[in-house]
């Protein structure tokens, strides 16, 4: 029987692994920033060598290695089909490539649908036998529990709220489409949209790098006006994914 495993989850911005027993208790976590612009080779490092470190530290056994990524994957195989976040891994059998590195059975996983089996376990969920879990950071996913069971669909893509197009003809998405959820609703949206509205209003100023969604979000409950353009637009496209949020709380769907 397995004990304890490690968890992961790979986002577009950061990486987080811990190690997880049985009862859901964290013993031991580490962090590291995404590579998102870095080769398949330097993710596929970067998710490798925070599991080895954060196993060592722990001191415990570890055999299996739970990988939570933003993207469509095959099950079956741990291949990836399509990551709008991290493209670089599409097509990537990247629960082989890890499991050479660490020398561990890895099984690969949506985010979104990784987080509603964990609600559903130990959180928010916890007794509700139909769910719908939304997750939002760098992009905004959806996963779903239909009568106790994660529902997938017919190609893995149900609940994915995130490329639902309520922009016809709008920001282009990385799954290749237009006007997508995440483009407006995501912590990368709020980002890029405050950053061409302080273009649009000064195009000889230099909106900084640095900018974070964390950041707008203070100025906005500080009260400046300057971030009520981008965090107004995203709470209006991100209404139903609030909706759902509570609805997971409060009510037998």
């Known amino acids: 029987m397995v004990t304890n495993v490690l968890a992961a989850d790979v ?3 950061n990486i987080r ?18 590579p998102s612009a870095g080769s398949p080779d330097e993710v596929t490092a970067a998710i490798s060598d925070l599991a080895l470190q954060v196993s ?41 490539v890890v499991a050479e590195r660490t020398g561990l059975e890895v099984v690969l996983d949506n985010d979104a649908t ?17 769910v719908i879990c939304i997750t939002m950071g760098t ?3 959806g996963g ?4 106790g069971m994660p529902y997938l669909g017919t190609d893995g893509t149900a609940g994915e709220i995130g490329h639902v197009c309520v922009e016809p003809e709008g920001h282009p998405c990385g799954c290749g489409s237009r006007g997508c959820l995440e483009q407006y609703a995501s912590a990368t949206a709020i980002v890029r949209m405050m950053r061409e509205s302080r273009a649009e209003k ?16 203070e100025a906005a409950v500080a009260g400046e006006a300057a971030t009520a353009d981008s965090t107004g637009f995203a709470g209006f496209d ?12 409060a009510a037998r769907l």
């Open 202 to 217: 000064d195009s000889s100023s230099r909106t900084e790098d640095t900018l974070t969604s964390q950041e707008i979000y």
């Open 17 to 34: 692994i811990g190690v997880v027993d049985r009862s859901g208790v964290i013993s031991s976590r580490g962090e590291v920033s995404t």
């Open 11 to 13: 986002g577009g911005t």
């Open 238 to 249: 991100g209404s139903l994914v609030d909706t759902n949020r509570h609805h997971t709380r």
């Open 144 to 147: 779903l529990i239909v009568n």
């Open 139 to 141: 992009g905004v996913g």
């Open 56 to 96: 060592e530290k722990s001191g415990l056994r570890i055999e299996r290695f739970g990988l939570a990524i933003p993207a469509l994957v095959d099950f079956s195989s741990g291949r990836i089909f399509r990551s709008p976040n991290l493209p670089q891994l599409n097509q990537i059998d990247l629960s082989e």
């Open 114 to 130: 990784a987080a509603a089996v964990g609600e559903h376990w130990l959180g928010a969920a916890r007794g509700f036998e139909n």
